[in-house]
C-alpha cells in the first residue's frame, strides 16, 4: 500500500494557527444540459487547526456536499482539497478510506450508529478498523465527559436520540483525528439537548484541540463557533470570524 | 367517515414497490413461474397416468360406454334411456358374427351402422367413410390382415357370418369403404353395413339390439345396471360393467397418479418459502414499511386490498408462463412415463384442462399466502413498535450482555450479528433446503437401490419367448388351433449354434370339477387374511371375471383347469427352478406320466390348487398331483377364455399332454442362447418370424422395459427434487442477496467511517462462510437421518421391495453442499460489487 503522507500534527515549530485544510476552487456539478447541478461552485476556503469553524446557509445551498469533500467522501468534479500535507485527490479510493479512518470523525444527522454493536464498541468501532488498541484511559474520559458511563453496554436502539448523538460524538473523537465534520449533528434535538451537545463539541474541542467543521441552520449554534462560513448556491458569500 | 377507503391509492404502492424493486420482482415472478410450471407438469402427468389406466381398462372393456345390455328389445333400450340416471345411451344392431377361421377368437360383429356405437368402441372408420351404399362395408384394420383383404377402397370383402337368431353360416360380398385400427377392438370390434343392407340380409330379423349406457354419476355399476333393469322390469338381461369404473381399478388409477400429485405439495411448501423470502425482502424492512404505512392511517382493509393486488400482480405473467413451460416439459416427458399409445402423442391424448386450472389456483395461493406472512408478521405490533423495528431489539441474549462488558470489540463477529438478525429467513432457506435435499437424496438412493438383477431374474426367466401368432398382444386369447409355431421352426431354432438351450409350453382350456376335498384349501386361501389382514380374495375384485369364477367354483366345484405340456428350458424353469409350497417336485417320477405338478396363486404358506395327493381327470385320464408350485405367469403369452379368469393349471410332460392333445399347437417357446452371438441369433429369429405374426420377446425388450420402469418411477421425481432443490437454491441466493443489499446503507457507514474494502469483503465472506457452515451442520444431520429412515423404509416395506438392493446414497446432497459454499461466499461478494457502484454519500442518504 502506498504511503501516506499525514499531516504531523504534533510537529513542533508549526503554529497553531496552521491552516489544516486548504480548499481550492472546488466545483461539484450534477448531471448535465438542462439538468444541471452546480452544488458547489467555485469554493476557496482555509480552515485553522483547532479552530470551531460553522457552515450555514439555505437549503440545497452545497453545504453537506462541502462537507462530504472535506471529508473525502466525494470526489470534486473540479478544484482540490489539501487536508494536512494530502492531497485527496491524488487518494485511490482504498486509501482515502483508510486516511479517512485515521484522519477524520464523522457527525451525522441521523447519527449512523451500527445497530449491532453496543455504544462501547461503536465507540471503538473506526480504531478496531485500524486494528489498533484503542486508548482506553482516553476514550474513558471522553465517555466521562459525555455522561455514557453507565450506557457502555446498551444497543443503539435502547438510546434516546441525543444519547445516540453523544456516542455519535465520542466515536469521532475517539481516533484523535485532525478534524472532525459535522453534518447538523443536532439536527433531530430539541434545543435543549442540542445546547448541551453543541456545548460538549465545544468543550471537547478545546480540551483536546480538535478542528471541527459544522454545518448548522441554527444561528444560536453557529454564534458559538470561532468562525461562521456563509454558503448560497455553491459559493461562499460571508465569512466571519 | 372510517369507512372512507380509498382502494385505488394500493394499486398505486403497489405499483411503485413493482417498479422499484425491479430485481425483486422479476425474481418474484420467476419463482411463481416456477410453481406455475411444476404444478401444472405434476399434475398434468399425475392426470394423464390415470387416464391413460383408465385407457387401458376401456381397452381391456372394449367401450367407453359404463355398462352394456345385451339384447334388448326396442321398447325395453327406449325406456332405459329415458332413465334419470342415464345421461346417454348408443344403440348396435347385431346381425350376426362373422365365422371365418381365420379370425381366431376374436370377435367380430356385424352390425348396422351407428356413429354413437362407433365412436364410444373406437370403430370410426379413419382412411374412408361410414358405409352409404347397400353394399358397402366398414371394418377394422385387424380383421382385413386376418382376412387378407388390402387396404384399398371398392376392395371386394367375401364375409363367412353367422346370424344372431341361430340360422345357416353364409357368405355375402362386399365392397370396402372404410377402415379404422384402435387398440380398443383386439377383443371384440363390429364390420358396419347400412340399415339398408341388414333389411336385405336379414329379412325377418328380430327385435334384439345392445345398448351401451352411459351414467351421469358412476359409482357401483353392477348396482346401478341392476337397478335400472329392476325399474324395467326385466332383471333377466345379461349386462356387463366396465372394468375402468370397477372400485379396485379405480383405487389403482389414484395410487398411481398419487405420487404426482403429492409432488405438488413439496412444490407449493418450498414456492411459499421462495416467495415469502423474496417478498419480505427483509423482515426488517417489510415491517417498517407496513409499519410506516400504518401511522399514516392504511386501514387493515387497504392493507387486505394492498396485499390481493401484489398476490394478483405476481400472478399475471406468471400462472401463463407455468402453463406454457409447464406444458412443454409435459410434452417432452409424457411419451416416457405412458407407453404404448399407438403413435399418438400421450400429451394430446388425455389432455385435460383440469390440470391448468389447479395449478393457476395453487400458485395463486403461493403467492397470497407468501404476500400474506409478512403483514400479519406486524399486524400484531404497533406501528410505532413496527417502525422501530431492527429484528434485534426483543432478545438479546444474556451472553451477549456478559460478553460486551469484557468490552472488546468484536469485529470478527460482527458476522454472527447479521444472521442471528436474519434468524428466520436462515430458518426458512434451510428448511426449503433440508426438504428438496431430502426429496433429491431420497429418490436417488431409490434409483441406485433398484436392482436389475433382481428384478431380470423375477420378470424374464429365459434370453428369448418366442410368443404364438394369437399371443402377440396380451389381451388376444389363445387359440390353441393356430399353429404358427411348428415343430420344424423349433428344430431350426434349436439347430443355431447360439442356442444353449430350448423348450416349449403348450395349454388347454378344460373344464374341471373338485370335490369338496378339493376345493377345501383353495377356498381357505382366499377366504383367509394375509400378513397385512386383508381377505386375499378382495385382492381380485378388480377382475370381475375371476370373481364369478371364483364364486362358481366355491359353489358347484366346476372350474377351468389349464392342462399345460412343458419340456426342456420351460421344465427347469418353471419346475426344477420353481418355488415349491407344498410337495417335491421329483423329476423321473414325473416324466413317467401318471403325476402333474399344480400351479396357482401362492404366498409363503398358501397355494390355490386342490391338495397334494390328490386325483385329478384331465382329459378322460386320471392324474395324482405330486406338488404345488407357484404360479409363472410371464411365461405364458396371450390371454385365456374369460371364463378361465379364475383357474389352476397343471403340468405334464409334452409327451403326456400331446398324447391327450394331439391336435393342440404351441403356444410358446423359450429359448436361451449364448450371449456373444445375440446379433446373429436375433438376425436369423427375425427373418424366420417374419410375416407369421410370431411374437419374440427378447432379454433386451426386458432390460429396456426395466430402464422404463426406472425412469417412469424415479427419474421424473430426481426432476421434480432438482427443480425443487433449485428453487432452494434461489431461495437461498436470495437470502444472501436481500441480506447484503438491505444493509447499502449500514455497509456505506462502515465505509465513511473507514473500513477498507478488503475488510468489508472479510466481513461479508465471514458471515457467509458463518452463514454455509451452520447450514451445512443442519443439513448434512437431518437429510442423512430423513433419507436414511425413508428409503430404509421403502426397501422393506414398499411394493418395489422384490427387486430391491437398498444402496444408501447421499450423493446429491455431496454434489450441492460445495456449490451452497461457493455461492455463501461469492454471492455477497458480488452483491456488495455492485452497492460500492453507488457512491458512499449517495447510500448515506438512503431513507429507511
Ligand atoms: N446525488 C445528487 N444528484 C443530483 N443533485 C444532487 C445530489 N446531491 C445533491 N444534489 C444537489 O446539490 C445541491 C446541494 O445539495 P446539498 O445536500 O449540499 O445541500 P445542503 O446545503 O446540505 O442542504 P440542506 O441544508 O437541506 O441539507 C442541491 O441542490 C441538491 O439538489
Ligand atoms: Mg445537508
Redesign the pocket.
Known sequence: MASINLPEQQKKGESDMDAIVKVTNLK?Y??NGE?L????DGVDLEIERGKFTAIV????????????MLGGLDVPSEGSVRIGNQELARLTAEQATIFRRKQIGFIF?NYNLVPVLTVWENIIFPISLDARKPDRKFIMEIVNLLGLESKLDSFPNQLSGGQQQRVAIARALATKPSIILA??PTGNLDSRTSDGVISLLRVTSEQFHQTIVM?T?NPEIAAHADRVVH?ED?RIVADAS | MLANNNLKICHRLMWREFRFHKGCSILLVTALTLVSMLCTFSFAIGFMVRSGLKYSYQIQYGSTSHILYYGLNSVQAASVARHADVKETVRLKVLGLLSDDMLGYRNVKLAVADDGWAAATEAVPVSGRMPEADDEIAMDELTLQSLAIPRKEGAKVQLRWTPVDGGEERVDTFYLCGWWKSPMGYTETCAWVTPNAAGRLCPDAPDYLDLGVTLYRPRNLDRQAQEILREQGADKVPYTTNLAYNRARRQRMNEKAFPFYLMNIAVVVCGILMVYNIVRISTVQNARFYGRVKSLGMSPRQIGRFIVVQAAYLCLPAIPAGWLSGFVLYMVTAPYVLLGTGGEHPAFLFLNPAPFACSALLTWFTAFTACLLPARLVSGSRPAEAMKYTGLSAAIPAEDRSGAKKRRCRVPFMALYGIRRDKKKAVFAAASMCLSMTLLCGFWTQYISTDEEKYMREIAYCDYLIADASTANSLQRYNPASHSVTPELIEEIAGQKAVTAIGTVRTMEIPMYADEAGRAPIVESFEGENEEGVVRKAYMSGSPDWVSGYEKFRTTGEYIGIASGIDGLAESVILSEGEYVEGVYDAERFAAGNYVIAAGASETSFVSTPPIGSSVEIGGRQFKIMAAVSYKGHIITGADSREAAFNVSYYMPVQVFEELFPECGIRNVLVNIDHNSQKEFEEFLSKKIRDTGIAVKMRSDYQWEFGNALFHNYVIPIFVGAVLFLIGILNFANALVTGVLIRKKEMAVYESLGMTQLQLRRLLVGEGLMYGGMMTAFLVPAVSLMTWLWTGWWAVYSASAWCVTWKYSLLPMWIALPVLLVLVMVIPLGCLHMIRKE?V??RL?IVE
Do not use: F, P, R, W
Open positions: 461539484k450534477y448531471g439538468a447541478v452546480k452544488a458547489l446557509g439555505t437549503s440545497g445551498s452545497g453545504k453537506s456536499t462541502l462537507l462530504n444527522q453534518d447538523e454545518i441552520h454558503i455553491g | 457512491s454519500t449517495q442518504q
